[in-house]
């Protein structure tokens, strides 16, 4: 739960690091990007995934709540063999933004 | 075109990677994969009595050969006996391809009969893993499963296969190529500039050889640096016979039960290089008290190693092999007297022996005997524990791939079937297995695989009747308070092996052990010798679990040292 006003802005990705992830588009793929987080205690604040183009793949973001280890992160999902890019985004992501307007 | 069904083309993949060894237990879901590798004329089956034996076993040729072992094991408990196997082959980077037996489709999910989620389990503990959805998939994800496996840092890449898709038909046009190991590119010009810079302006340098560098067959390299800068270098328990033994700028392994004189020297390094390493806690001991003083460059083929312990100064990316080989001309060669003498010197007050310590009957003493008869071309297997760590710390290891150990995981019961997949390997060559009594209670039915495959393993039981490392800990850091580690009953190893068909030798407290290792070593087929060994034997120095490497204990002469 969090309280503080800045927090709550925080929480709706203005300016948390938001990673851009294009992924194969396949039942295990959500289980190896949320495993490589959980094992590797990455906090993660949000995530959203949609299929793009005919649904080969999948467009990923994740809201990570990170600075220290953020480069860590971003080398670990690199090594994914279901992760065919990864973009950055250190200012967030208006997914996000557009996402808190409906919750 | 070709017409099959899934197992028969699992199998003939399998044929075209040139795999000629399979290690694994049958059972329903695997059963159409076990049909179909019956009809093969190139690959042998080696029946193993544990899945964790079939998925150690694969281990040990993959560790003794650099190429991938293959196993198989069916559905739920099979799949979660092969898990450990896994999970140390991950954390060692071993390249291993696992192929399950999984229910059919339509049932996963269902909680039907041995099932379970070998998928999601083995997600954290492999490089890659798939769920076979369609028959068809498997020209790809097998030949790409080895390549995955063999490339950059190696792993383990587990396939699991519903038994529905081993049986469904497929008819393609052509085969596709066999996976085999990529290439990687060295690091790139301008950093190896700056690393040679750091290099040569060094006046303390360290060099540490972690796995990778036998992983990247690049001993000579790493020998060809060290000479050229006489920079004095250690290795992981993993980088172990990358450089001999006894070459005169080797200063054994680091860490935890290191010689006194090598942490003490890294302590006081100007600048630690790491090479295929990945700065472990049972090497660095408490990171931030690690090479206080030190610089740091590494290489690894694994960006997220880089910095990912210690922030290095400068990060080689890239094949280690390439990376060393276009350093060394950048080098300038410097003699590095000061440093050499002040290590020499630590080393000669802090020898790792005694001559008390290696007396025939006592750790150090045989595991010495045995290296001397050993042929230089023998291989060199061990379990976890106080008996590991004093192989780890006197057996001149002289080549890469001649020790095959748990390094990362630590696992019990590693050792039996990991020689055996050496042996099986070569089969003309000695593998000489050193265990404790509680590792080999871990894998013992594997006994009858040895038997079974006739190979010249020969098991040594260090027996001290406990659990020896662990009750080492109990006696330095929880008062003396043995605890669950002392065994309650004495048991009879050799008429256990014999059991299984195996040649077995009790060595009596004051028999004559060169004569028997002579004797044992020298004639063919599987053969233990239990040898008994004091409780009250420990591995020292040590460092105590958290603490800085400046803090040993015990060990030669441990009293000089303030
Ligand atoms: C599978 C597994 N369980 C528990 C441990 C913890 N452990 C580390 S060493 C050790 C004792 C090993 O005893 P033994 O094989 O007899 O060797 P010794 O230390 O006596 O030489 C134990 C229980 C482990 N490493 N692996």
Request: some cysteine; hydrophobic content about 40%.
């Amino acid at each position: 739960m969090r309280n503080s006003a800045n927090n709550t802005i925080k929480a709706q990705g203005k300016d948390m690091t938001v990673l851009e992830l294009t992924v194969n588009n396949h039942p295990g793929v959500m289980s190896h990007i949320c495993n490589l987080f959980s094992r590797r205690a990455y906090n993660v604040e949000g995530i959203v995934c949609i299929p793009i183009g005919k649904g080969e793949t999948s467009r990923m973001w994740l809201q990570v709540n990170e600075e220290v280890k953020l480069e860590q992160i971003i080398k670990q999902v690199k090594k994914q063999e279901d992760v065919l890019e990864v973009e950055r985004h250190d200012s967030g992501h208006e997914v996000f933004l557009r996402l808190a307007s409906v919750v | 075109m070709q017409t099959m069904n899934g197992a028969q083309l699992i199998i003939k993949l399998l044929e075209r990677q040139s795999i000629d060894k399979i290690a694994g237990i049958p059972g329903g879901a695997n059963l159409p994969l076990y049909d179909a590798l019956c009809e093969s004329q190139t690959i042998r089956h080696i029946l193993c009595r544990h899945e964790q034996g079939a998925g150690f076993l694969a281990q040990g040729i993959a560790r003794a050969t650099g190429g991938a072992g293959v196993c198989f094991a069916t559905s739920g408990p099979g799949a979660t006996n092969i898990l450990t196997a896994i999970a140390d082959a991950y954390l060692d980077s071993i390249p291993v391809v696992c192929i399950t037996g999984q229910v059919p489709a339509s049932l996963i999910g269902t909680d039907a009969f041995q099932e379970v989620d070998t998928y999601g389990m083995t997600i954290p503990i492999t490089k890659h893993n798939y769920l076979v959805r369609k028959a068809e998939d498997l020209l790809h994800i097998i030949p790409r499963a080895f390549e995955l496996a063999l490339s950059g840092r190696p792993g383990p890449v587990l396939i699991d296969v519903p038994k529905d898709v081993q049986v469904a038909e497929v008819s393609f046009e052509k085969w596709p190529t066999p996976g085999s190991r990529q290439e990687q590119p060295p690091a790139d010009m301008e950093r190896l500039r700056a690393a040679a810079d750091m290099i040569n302006r060094a006046k303390r340098p360290v060099l540490c050889l972690g796995g990778g560098i036998i992983h990247a067959g690049a001993s000579e390299e790493a020998k060809g640096l060290i000479e050229r800068g006489s920079i004095p270098a250690t290795m992981t328990l993993m980088g172990l016979g990358s450089l001999p033994a006894d070459h005169y700028l080797s200063m054994g392994m680091l860490g935890m039960h290191a010689a006194r004189s090598t942490n003490i020297a890294l302590q006081d390094c100007d600048l630690f290089i790491a090479a295929g390493a990945r700065f472990d806690d049972r090497a660095t001991g408490k990171i931030v008290e690690f090479c206080p003083e030190a610089n740091v460059i590494h290489m690894d083929i694994d960006p997220a190693e880089v910095s990912k312990l210690k922030a290095a100064h400068i990060g080689l990316v890239g094949d280690v092999k390439q990376t060393l080989g276009k350093l060394i001309p950048l080098i300038t060669p410097n003699e590095r007297e000061i440093w050499r003498n002040q290590i020499e010197v630590l080393q000669e007050t802090y020898p790792m022996t005694s001559p008390e310590a290696t007396v025939p009957d006592k750790p150090y003493g045989l595991i010495l005997k045995v290296a001397e008869l050993l042929d230089e071309d023998g291989f060199v297997a061990t379990d976890v524990g106080k008996h590991q760590m004093w192989t780890a710390q006197v057996f001149p290891f002289n080549r890469p791939r001649q020790l095959l150990t748990s390094g990362g995981l630590g696992t019990m019961g590693f050792g039996l079937p990991a020689a055996i997949g050496a042996s099986l390997a070569y089969p003309d060559k000695t593998v000489v297995l050193f265990t404790g009594d509680g590792s080999l209670q871990m894998n013992i039915q594997e006994l009858a695989t040895a038997v079974e495959q006739d190979l010249n393993v020969k098991i040594i039981v260090m027996n001290n009747n406990s659990l020896g490392l662990v009750r080492q800990q109990q006696n330095l850091f929880y008062q003396k308070q043995i605890f669950a580690s002392d065994f309650q009953i004495d048991i009879d190893f050799a008429a256990i092996a014999k059991g299984f068909g195996m040649k077995a030798y009790n060595a009596e407290p004051g028999c004559d052990l060169d004569q028997l290792f002579e004797k044992v070593l020298g004639q063919p087929g599987p053969c233990l010798i239990n040898i008994p060994i004091a409780k009250e034997e420990e591995v020292y120095p040590m460092v105590p679990p958290g603490a800085s490497n400046s803090e040993m204990l015990g060990g030669c002469n441990a009293e000089q040292c303030k």
